[in-house]
């Protein structure tokens, strides 16, 4: 029987160049490296991963929800004449034997995120009701009616629910909304009472802020939220996450807290004084 000729292939074989759909941190795409392939982009909606996925692969980690990517997302990634491999190994936790015995579990946590993510709302749209009556008297709120009545409908609507703050807060959480929710006191005031400042309405606003991103937090939805909270440094005037320290003179967040805290306490004993004078 004759023997079958072997054709070998003239020239340089082409790259071989993947994209990793559900990347995590790169356990596929670190697999096919470590064969010779060489891993372009990984794609994923766990913000956790990118360290991971970057360093081990040395490829871009692309935060993207997978329903959302198009064609016109992947293909800019591939070299013209590579053979282009596109991968995917899609979440298996659902359907785990692990996942359907903690199926009770999950749908109680859930519930439970569910319930305080309400009660965070609530909660934060009480504090932007009272910084909404920094800018009203009681004198011009008394003349409108409309906004009499969104005021009592606010409170009413609050009142069924403050009482699961506590309940589903964490303390750092609570405490923080208490001292906010005293600046009440300041909210359609009256046209001769003690009335906040432009400072004290900037620090007012940087505190609800740095709430809301606690909440954030603790309902572990910082991880999808890959938005920087930009302010004015109140040092420079450089505009800067409020996380990180300013580029400019150097303002850490730590420090930029109390800076903060300082323009409230300052401006409302300056305001209180001149009342009892």
Known sequence: MPKSKIHKRRG????????DLFCGIGGLSYGMKSKGLKIKAGFDLDWT???????????????KDIRTVQKEDIIPFYSKKSIKVLAGC?????????AFKNKN???KKSLY??????????????????RRGFDYTREMVNHNKQILANIEKENMEFSKIAPQLRLYSTDKIFNKYLVLAK????????QTGPRLIVNNKWAYDMQITLLARLMQEDL??????TDYDVINCPECGCRHDM????PQCGLTFDDLQKKIEEILAHDITEENSQQDS
């Open 12 to 19: 340089k074989l082409p790259s071989i160049e993947v994209v």
């Open 49 to 63: 991963c990118l360290y991971a996925y970057e360093t081990n692969n040395e490829a871009k980690f692309i935060f």
């Open 90 to 98: 899609a979440p298996c936790q659902p359907f785990s034997s692990y």
């Open 105 to 107: 579990k999950d749908k």
């Open 113 to 130: 995120i569910d319930k305080k993510e309400k009660v965070y709302i609530a909660a934060i749209g009480r504090l932007l009701q009272i």
């Open 183 to 190: 600046y009440a006191s300041f909210a359609y005031a009256p």
């Open 220 to 225: 572990g939805y910082r991880k999808y939220n």
């Open 243 to 246: 996380i990180s320290k300013c």
